[in-house]
């Protein structure tokens, strides 16, 4: 048996662009993930978040399936632009209202909320005078923040300020397949100076605030490995771990980007800043809380491509899913292993971990997804030994509760432990949300 124990946190995450629909609703602004959809040719099935799936309505039925599955925990994010249509100034009430109803029923049905300040969805306003890449986002980012923390200050669980800045900042300025679409280096690097700068000022602000919760960062991190001990790819994985998991662990742990990449990216064109020391201090402070979103490993050979010469390789033999991520779940353990010994963390939630499956919905009503159910265990045991290791693991959440919107993958991909049927929005359990549910009664599973 694989046993969690009672304090451990079983939970389940969304985010707001990816569920809620509403897109401008209420009084909500435009936000950078709405011009994206938006936009021709951006999405692979033309679908957009304008209604996902309708959250913003169907809120209290969504309680009611987490109530029913059992979680600890719900990991959700607020949409910037619902709070502050313009990114900074004028409130919205409404869209303020619809997350206090949603974080007070949460509470009343004994679920803790746990609230992803940013998970992606800019005002446009903002984007528009500079987006990530401008020091006005990050004093905008701290009104926001203190806003929402002046409002619901210890009736959010755990406090989450970014999610996977790496995203935002590498496949949304310089990959361009992310909002706000961009194609340029040199901007990505500075955008994520910015986010880690955002997050470390919003920490201190909630510091001051005296707010007795515990604030983090959600950070999808993984192990790299080279597919070849030849030392064009051994120095091409050092590059992806210094791109990926090192350039937000280093900050946010020791104060100063890893000198290694640094010097890597001046080499190429790219110079960056060092944090100064009031910076670099604020950084050190500004984790109660590790989260780490995992889905997969990488495996690195040396590449062509002008910012980093590295290529993910595809493993002969191995076992992947319809993101042609590869399953590993040895690499959950890894991962925790390896930060909890190179950084030592106070505390690591699992804040993502979940599995695309191009689920059918039979016709007797039901949803069988065994491959997801041998995925989550897979994954769930691995942590577990980490914990046994001694690992300070007190949570794990899937993604996601229901199936929403993938991003430039529209909704193409189902991730959810419930179906949603996009042509009525009805919510159907799969066989995957009664597993979870037993995990989740018994802390553990054979
Ligand atoms: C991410 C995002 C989620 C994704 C999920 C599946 O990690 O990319 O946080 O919004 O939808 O992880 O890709």
Avoid at 104 to 115: F, G, M, Y
Avoid at 386 to 408: H, Q, R, T
Wanted: net charge negative.
């Amino acid at each position: 048996m694989v046993e969690f124990g009672p304090e451990f946190l079983f939970g389940v995450a969304t985010a707001s662009y990816q569920i809620e629909g509403a897109w401008n609703e209420d009084g909500k602004g435009e936000s950078i993930w709405d011009r994206f959809s938006h936009t021709p040719g951006k999405i692979v099935d033309d679908s957009t978040g304008d209604i996902a799936c309708d959250h913003y309505h169907r809120y209290e039925e969504d309680i009611k399936l987490l109530k029913r599955l059992g979680v600890d925990a719900y990991r959700f994010s607020i949409s910037w632009p619902r709070i502050f249509p313009e990114g900074r100034g004028r409130v919205n009430e409404k869209g303020l209202d619809f997350y206090r109803r949603l974080i007070e029923s949460l509470r009343e049905n004994a679920i803790r909320p746990v609230v992803t300040l940013y998970h992606w969805d800019l005002p446009q306003t903002l984007e528009e005078r500079g987006g990530w890449g401008s020091e006005e986002t990050v004093e905008a980012f701290k009104e926001y923040a203190h806003f929402l923390f002046r409002i619901f200050r210890e009736e959010v669980e755990l406090w989450i300020t970014h999610n996977e800045p790496w995203v935002t900042a590498f496949l949304g300025h310089s990959e361009g397949r992310m909002a706000p679409g961009k194609q340029d280096f040199a901007l990505a690097l500075r955008v994520s100076k910015n986010l880690l700068l955002s997050h470390a000022h919003a920490v201190s602000i909630f510091r001051e605030e005296g707010i007795r919760k515990p604030i983090g960062i959600a950070l999808n991190l993984a192990p790299i490995y080279p597919k070849t001990e030849n030392d064009a790819d051994r120095q091409a994985a050092l590059r992806f771990d210094g791109c990926l998991n090192r350039w937000f662990l280093d900050p946010l742990f020791r104060g100063e980007f890893p000198e290694d990449m640094v010097m890597w990216y001046r080499r190429k064109g790219f110079p960056i800043p060092p944090f100064s020391d009031s910076e670099s201090r604020l950084l050190t402070k500004s984790l109660d809380f590790l989260g780490i979103n995992y889905c997969t490993r990488y495996v690195l050979e040396h590449g062509e491509d002008p910012a980093l010469e590295a290529r993910v390789a595809r493993v002969p033999g191995g076992e992947y899913s319809s993101m042609d991520w590869e399953v590993y779940p040895s690499g959950m353990s890894e991962i925790v292993c390896r930060v909890s010994v190179d950084y030592s963390p106070r505390a690591i939630y699992i804040t993502e971990n979940g599995y695309p499956y191009p689920d059918i919905l039979l016709p007797n009503g039901s949803v069988v997804d065994e491959e997801r159910i041998a995925y989550l265990a897979r994954h769930l045991a691995s942590l577990h030994k980490a914990m046994v290791l001694g690992c300070p693991v007190k949570g794990y959440f899937v993604w996601s509760i229901m199936d929403n919107f993938e991003w430039s993958y529209g909704f193409s991909k189902r991730f959810g432990l419930v179906y949603v049927d996009y042509e009525t929005l009805q919510r159907i359990p799969k066989q995957s949300f009664f597993w979870y549910q037993n995990v989740i009664r018994r802390r553990g599973f054979e």
